[in-house]
């Protein structure tokens, strides 16, 4: 099978990321990552891609005229790299349709709350702080909305008396480190489908002749 080509945005330090390549390395997803990109020129995660010999690209926000036209220079930096799937791991900024159109449906997130409660930023505290008894991650397809495109899959994790909202934020990280190369695994395999009313499916691998089979539609 061939290995799906990921490009990944970041802005921080990147554990997603690691978690990723840790998947890659341990041969539990098939894929390579063939570029980092962040908008930070400090962002850990290009220091985690160097370490392994990806490519590492900062781009500046402060150097292009408008969301629009960065958008545009992220998008020649992941077609320059061959990438089929563009992962968002930490990336502090909304996407524009410039990207999306050149990645339509192949553009990922993974956010820290079970979607779509507590959108945005710092959504461990907000779910701490509402009071749930369950909380946990959400890996969806990115649209121009604030973590609004289609659900694609979660995993739930309790919220224990006596916790503080790092307690909850660590113990959901720990799944957020499994379930993204999951997710990214299922799409290499081409078993990730959107149907109509935003409902993603993922559907069993095919059987042929006892074997396990999947393509890339990428």
Not at 58 to 73: N, Q, T, V
Not at 98 to 117: G, K, M, S, T
Not at 184 to 212: C, D, F, H, N, Y
Request: proline letters at 6%; charged letters at 20%.
């Amino acid at each position: 099978m061939s290995k799906l080509v990921l490009g990944i945005l970041a802005s921080g330090r990147g554990s997603n990321l690691q978690a990723i390549i840790d998947a890659i390395q341990q041969g539990h997803l098939q894929a390579v990552v063939a570029v980092v990109v962040s908008d930070r020129a400090d962002a850990f995660a290009l220091e985690r891609a160097r370490r392994h010999n990806i490519a590492a690209v900062h781009l500046s926000p402060g150097d292009f005229p408008d969301r629009l036209a960065y958008d545009r220079a992220v998008a020649e930096v992941l077609e320059g790299y061959g990438v089929q799937v563009v992962a968002l791991a930490g990336y502090m900024r909304l996407v524009s349709t410039v990207l999306l159109d050149h990645f339509p449906y192949r553009v990922v997130n993974i956010h820290p709350a079970l979607l779509p409660a507590f959108p945005g930023l710092h959504a461990q505290k907000q779910a701490w702080e509402y009071g749930v008894k369950y909380s946990g991650c959400t890996v969806h397809f990115v649209d121009a909305g604030m973590d609004t495109g289609p659900i694609i899959a979660q995993a739930v994790v309790p919220v224990l008396d006596g916790d503080s909202a790092q307690d909850l934020a660590d113990r959901i990280l720990v799944e957020e480190h499994r379930l993204y190369p999951q997710v990214l695994q299922w799409m290499a395999e081409g078993r990730v489908q959107i149907k109509e009313s935003r409902r993603v499916t993922v559907i069993p691998p095919v059987e042929q002749g006892g074997v396990k089979f999947c393509g890339i539609p990428w």
